[in-house]
């Protein structure tokens, strides 16, 4: 899973530098994204692994959603997050190549905002599924 985190973060960095925007990855290790107060994105993983086939050399086939989030400070308006979300969400693509062969992105989907603690949210999924030799 550490390979597909590392070209979903690198597909959304670049997303993040070609509209000059703060973006780190939410995760339990040591290095932990901190938001800053001005508008970011920033993301987390979630996914499962399956036998894709028999036998021990089979790829094994991760399943999972890559979920990111535009955030702004709340009460500055949510056009600007949701058109930002939309962008996020074109930039993942179904298909599209991130850099890791056997990595593939289904449709993206873009949820309801949410309030708390003085940032709105624009919640942006990413399904995907990988096989990989691992």
């Not at 899973?1 to 530098?17: E, N, P, R, S």
């Not at 979920?67 to 058109?83: F, H, L, N, Q, R």
């Not at 890791?100 to 309801?112: C, E, T, W």
């Amino acid at each position: 899973m550490h390979k597909i985190a590392q070209a979903l973060d690198a597909h959304l960095l670049a997303f993040a530098a070609s509209h000059d925007i703060p973006a780190g990855h939410v995760d339990t290790g040591n290095e932990v994204f901190v938001p800053p107060l001005t508008p970011h994105l920033r993301s987390f993983i979630k996914d499962e692994a399956s036998a894709a086939g028999l036998g021990p050399d089979a790829p094994i086939r991760h399943d999972g959603v890559y979920a990111a989030e535009v955030v702004v400070a709340a009460g500055t308006g949510t056009a600007d997050a949701y058109a930002l979300a939309a962008a996020l969400a074109r930039h993942f693509v179904r298909g599209s190549d991130c850099g890791l062969p056997g990595l593939v992105l289904k449709q993206a989907s873009i949820g309801a905002h949410t309030i708390k603690d003085g940032r709105c949210s624009v919640p942006v999924a990413i399904p995907y599924y990988a096989y990989l030799e691992e």
